[in-house]
């Protein structure tokens, strides 16, 4: 049960509504925790190194900065999760004006303040990476894409992980008999769908739809077996 797949960039949401998602790749964003302090490129593919960013922030927080510049109408950095786009950013400004998730500052000092970050890191870290974007190398991380200038207006976008699943379940044999503690299979006792876990077949990593497959054989396998004994 110490494996869960974890997703990023959502926010801590009233449990009324659904999920609200950042764009964790929007054009110029770079990623601070608490402190203000960055943590990777922003732009990599490695799912497990972004997921261990959240997993080491301080209390799983990430914040998404951008300047008012990148931030366009036609490209939203806040949605519903399975809902519809963000229309001219209408979600945004929305948390915005709560500003509990969404924060404001016409200098990075003004920004960590609203936004509860450590200003004088957080000023550190915008300098540090804008003379990247002026050098054109991330000195710290490699990164090479979408190296845009902070500068003017910021904002910070609140994010946590969020997890839906867990890769842990119930110990059983190839018949879908729960085992107990001794390994020994329990008369009478099946185990399928989800609480078979998923761990054994995909460790630290996950590809969608990777646990459709087991919960059809392990469905077909209990069900077997269980109408077998019980008719014995």
Request: hydrophobic share 35%; aromatic share 10%.
């Amino acid at each position: 049960m110490d494996y869960c797949w974890s997703y990023n960039s959502a926010f801590p949401h009233d449990p009324t509504r659904l999920t609200h998602l950042a764009d964790k790749n929007y054009p110029g964003v770079i990623w601070v925790d608490i402190n203000g302090q960055r943590m990777i490129d922003e732009f990599t593919d490695d799912l497990k190194s972004i997921n261990d960013t959240y997993l080491n922030a301080d209390e799983n927080i990430v914040y998404f900065i951008i300047s008012e510049e990148m931030l366009t109408d036609d490209n939203p950095i806040l949605n519903v999760a399975y809902g519809p786009k963000d229309e001219n950013n209408k979600l945004f400004f929305e948390e915005l004006e709560k500003g509990n998730l969404v924060f404001e500052g016409n200098t990075p000092e003004e920004l960590a303040e609203n936004a509860g970050i450590n200003p004088e890191q957080l000023r550190k870290t915008i300098d540090t990476y804008n003379t990247y974007v002026d050098n054109g190398e991330d000195a710290d991380f490699g990164r090479t894409k979408e190296l845009k200038k902070l500068e003017g207006k910021l904002y910070a976008v609140k994010t946590i992980p969020y997890a839906i699943m867990t890769y842990g379940g119930i110990k059983h044999n190839v018949d879908a008999e729960v085992l107990d503690v001794n390994n020994e299979p329990i008369s009478g006792l099946y185990v399928a769908g989800e609480a078979v876990g998923n761990v054994q077949l995909s460790g630290e990593n996950t590809c969608a739809g990777s646990g459709l497959g087991q919960a059809t054989l392990f469905g077909r396998v209990a069900g077997k077996n269980a109408a077998k004994n019980a008719l014995e």
